[in-house]
């Protein structure tokens, strides 16, 4: 087992009615607010008001940058850099989900350095060493940027979607009330349930030595989104199944599973390029993705895995042979996410044309071949797209 660094100071506030804190923790940070939001959905619920509301009770300076688009634009994110340096914001408060906590966070950051903030992604990224404090309030439950030390931009000019890691962006402060997630509807809460799940998946399907401890842990937390998130679906104010989600979606990339692990990602960087091209929800392109790369890496060199998680994770009968066993948690899995989410289940369902993959797949290997559960080439990826069609 590898040696590794285990560090999540984010403080997170869980549960119904905890937004009474929220003025007096972002007043820690100053008095000049950067609020940051999507297309509205804050405003429907009647979120908005509630948060302004504990924003005036602490006297706060408030600010406002909306429209942050879902696949969030690096064009959002530099207005929120313009804002904050005019107006010398002190904290930013993200209020949605994924994408406009990711873009606040490089907002943040591009409020510290004086170059594009499109500078910090690529293969020559800038460094990020420190961004303004982040507070978020989460409302969808799926990527974990509530947590996490990520985010992901998409530029529609170079037709990247890229994404960047570093420890300054972690948010400061979380609230997460899972009665903000009743109003998600069917497809963002089933497109969340994957995400969370590929999350998982991405670190317990690895080739390296596992920490038993750990394995338990995302058998776990796979259990109980394959349990909860269809009945978050069919009862969307299920406060038992929106929590136990919520909480499983932070933990599910917040770096604790992870124990040392240092293997990439595979279905996460091809999903970001059908992102670029094709601007679909993400948890959607993981579910077409994620059991035809399963069936890819498949061999007798990887089955144990695949036996250990049908076993565990959907109660396979362990006396059966190996191959069944695998083959059968393959057939489980597309079960959950085609039946039970009820999501599209080919490229051709949703539009992704065979003409786009070489590009795409040489973009999913730019920094190299992913060295993932399985090694995949260019001509890899291409065979596991050609398997979605
Ligand atoms: O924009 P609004 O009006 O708020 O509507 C959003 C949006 O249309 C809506 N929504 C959010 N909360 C709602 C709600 N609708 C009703 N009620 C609520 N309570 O849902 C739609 C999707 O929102 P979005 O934020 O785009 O979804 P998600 O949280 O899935 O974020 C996806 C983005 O995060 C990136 C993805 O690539 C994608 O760009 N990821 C970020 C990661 C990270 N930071 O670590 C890791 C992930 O793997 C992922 O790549
Ligand atoms: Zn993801």
Same mark, same amino acid.
């Given at each position: 087992?590898?040696?590794?660094?285990?560090?999540?100071?984010?403080?997170?506030?869980?549960?119904?009615?905890?937004?009474?804190?929220?003025?007096?923790?972002?007043?820690?940070?100053?008095?000049?607010?950067?609020?940051?939001?999507?297309?509205?959905?804050?405003?429907?619920?009647?979120?908005?008001?509630?948060?302004?509301?504990?924003?005036?009770?602490?006297?706060?300076?408030?600010?406002?940058?909306?429209?942050?688009?879902?696949?969030?634009?690096?064009?959002?994110?530099?207005?929120?850099?313009?804002?904050?340096?005019?107006?010398?914001?002190?904290?930013?408060?993200?209020?949605?989900?994924?994408?406009?906590?990711?873009?606040?966070?490089?907002?943040?950051?591009?409020?510290?350095?004086?170059?594009?903030? $499109?500078?910090?992604?690529?293969?020559?990224?800038?460094?990020?060493?420190?961004?303004?404090?982040?507070?978020?309030?989460?409302?969808?439950?799926?990527?974990?940027?509530?947590?996490?030390?990520?985010?992901?931009?998409?530029?529609?000019?170079?037709?990247?979607?890229?994404?960047?890691?570093?420890?300054?962006?972690?948010?400061?402060?979380?609230?997460?009330?899972?009665?903000?997630?009743?109003?998600?509807?069917?497809?963002?809460?089933?497109?969340?349930?994957?995400d969370i799940m590929s999350h998982i998946l991405e670190v317990y399907f690895n080739t390296q030595e596992d920490l038993f401890m750990l394995d338990c842990f995302m058998e776990g937390m796979l259990?109980?989104?394959?349990?909860?998130?269809?009945?978050?679906?069919?009862?969307?104010?299920?406060?038992?199944?929106?929590?136990?989600?919520? $909480?499983?979606?932070?933990?599910?990339?917040?770096?604790?599973?992870?124990?040392?692990?240092?293997?990439? $990602?595979?279905?996460?960087?091809?999903?970001?390029?059908?992102?670029?091209?094709?601007?679909?929800?993400?948890?959607?392109?993981?579910?077409?993705?994620?059991?035809? $790369?399963?069936?890819?890496?498949?061999?007798?060199?990887?089955?144990?895995?695949?036996?250990?998680y049908g076993v565990n994770v959907f109660g396979i009968d362990a006396s059966l042979d190996k191959m069944e066993i695998a083959k059968r948690s393959i057939d489980l899995t597309e079960e959950?996410?085609?039946?039970?989410?009820?999501?599209?289940?080919?490229?051709?369902?949703?539009?992704?044309?065979?003409?786009?993959?070489?590009?795409?797949?040489?973009?999913?290997?730019?920094?190299?071949?992913?060295?993932?559960?399985?090694?995949?080439?260019?001509?890899?990826?291409?065979?596991?797209?050609?398997?979605?069609?």
């Open positions: 087992m590898n040696n590794f660094v285990y560090n999540i100071p984010t403080k997170v506030y869980f549960g119904e009615n905890q937004l009474g804190h929220l003025g007096q923790e972002l007043a820690k940070f100053g008095k000049r607010v950067l609020l940051t939001y999507g297309g509205g959905s804050i405003k429907r619920s009647g979120l908005y008001d509630r948060v302004l509301d504990e924003l005036r009770k602490a006297n706060l300076e408030v600010y406002e940058l909306s429209g942050i688009e879902p696949n969030p634009r690096i064009e959002s994110v530099r207005k929120g850099v313009e804002i904050c340096k005019q107006k010398d914001i002190d904290v930013l408060l993200a209020v949605g989900g994924g994408s406009t906590i990711d873009a606040t966070k490089f907002m943040a950051a591009g409020a510290c350095v004086e170059h594009d903030p $499109w500078e910090f992604f690529g293969a020559d990224a800038k460094p990020i060493e420190r961004a303004l404090p982040i507070v978020t309030i989460l409302t969808l439950s799926a990527t974990g940027s509530e947590m996490d030390t990520a985010g992901v931009i998409s530029n529609l000019e170079t037709g990247d979607k890229l994404g960047r890691l570093a420890p300054a962006l972690l948010p400061r402060v979380s609230f997460l009330d899972p009665t903000l997630t009743y109003t998600v509807n069917r497809y963002q809460t089933a497109c969340g349930a994957v259990k109980t989104v394959v349990k909860y998130a269809p009945i978050a679906i069919a009862e969307p104010e299920n406060y038992e199944a929106r929590a136990n989600i919520m $909480w499983t979606s932070s933990w599910a990339i917040n770096g604790f599973i992870n124990g040392g692990k240092r293997k990439a $990602w595979s279905c996460h960087p091809m999903e970001h390029e059908l992102s670029a091209v094709y601007d679909i929800t993400h948890g959607l392109g993981l579910a077409i993705l994620t059991p035809r $790369w399963m069936k890819y890496c498949l061999d007798e060199t990887t089955v144990d895995k695949y036996v250990q959950f996410l085609f039946e039970n989410l009820g999501l599209q289940r080919t490229f051709t369902e949703v539009g992704i044309k065979r003409e786009d993959f070489a590009m795409m797949a040489q973009k999913a290997c730019r920094y190299g071949d992913i060295k993932g559960f399985k090694t995949l080439t260019p001509k890899d990826v291409e065979a596991i797209f050609e398997m979605c069609l």
